[in-house]
C-alpha cells in the first residue's frame, strides 16, 4: 500500500513537471474570447400560468397574461405585461363581475450575482399599470332600516361601461432557468392606485390588473407563477 502512494505521488510530480510549460503558456487570443464570460441578451417572453390555473378551477374568474421583458444592460431590463380578467366578487348585499383589459411597464434590476453559464435572476422592479374595463352589477339588496319589511333584492344587470383606473406598483421575485433558455419564476405585487374614474353611487370593488380595492385604503397587492423562454440576440 505504501509502494502504491509513493508510485502515484511521483508520477503526479512527472505529471506536473511536464504540463507546467504547457498550462504556463497563454492561449491564444480566440481561444481567450471563447473562454470569456459572455452571457447572453435578448427578449423573454411568457405566460402568467396562476391565471390560467385560477381560469380552469374558479367559477368566478377567467384571464390570461402574456409578458415579456428586455435586458438593456448587465443587470437592467425594460419589462412588460399584457392582460385580460374577469373577476366576480361578492358581498351580503351586492354582487358584480368586472371585465377588461390592462397593461403594465416598467423596469427590473437583477440582484443576484450568477456562476459562469447562469442566467437566475432574484429581481425588484417597479411598473405603471393602466386598466379600462366594465363592471357588470349583477344582484343588489335595497338598503333600509326598516325592519317591518323583507331584505328588497334585485338580480337585474345594470352595466357600468368605460371606466378607467392606473396605479404604481414595486415587484419582487425569483426567475430559475430550468431547461435552455426556459425560465420558470414567482414574484409578489404591492400596488398603489392613483386614479379611477368609478359609477356614481358605488365604488370600484375589482379592477383588472390591480385586483381587489378597499374603501379605506389605496392598496392592493397581487402576485404571479410564469414560465417565459429566453430569445437570445447576442452574447456580450
Known sequence: ????????????????FLAGPVLS??????????LADREKFGLRVGADVSKLLRTALQDD?????????????????????LGNESIGYAED???????GSYIKLGADYNAYENWTGMENLIFVGARYGFSSF????????????????????RSETIEYSGLTANW???IAGIKVEVLNNLFLSFNLQLKRRLFQTAPNNFDNLTIPGFNRTYDDSNI?????????YLIPFYKK
Open 93 to 99: 348585499n351586492i354582487s358584480i363581475t368586472s371585465r
Open 168 to 170: 404604481i406598483e414595486l
Open 220 to 228: 392592493g397587492v397581487g402576485y404571479g407563477y410564469t414560465i417565459s
Open 61 to 81: 374568474y377567467s384571464g390570461f397574461e402574456v409578458l415579456g421583458d428586455y435586458r438593456v444592460y448587465k443587470n437592467y431590463y425594460a419589462a412588460a405585461e
Open 134 to 153: 366594465t363592471q357588470d352589477v349583477e344582484e343588489y339588496q335595497i338598503y333600509t332600516t326598516n325592519p317591518f319589511f323583507e331584505p328588497d333584492i
Open 25 to 34: 503558456q497563454e492561449p491564444p487570443a480566440a481561444m481567450q474570447d471563447s
Open 1 to 16: 500500500m505504501r509502494h502504491n502512494h509513493i508510485s502515484a505521488y511521483f508520477f503526479s510530480l512527472v505529471f506536473l
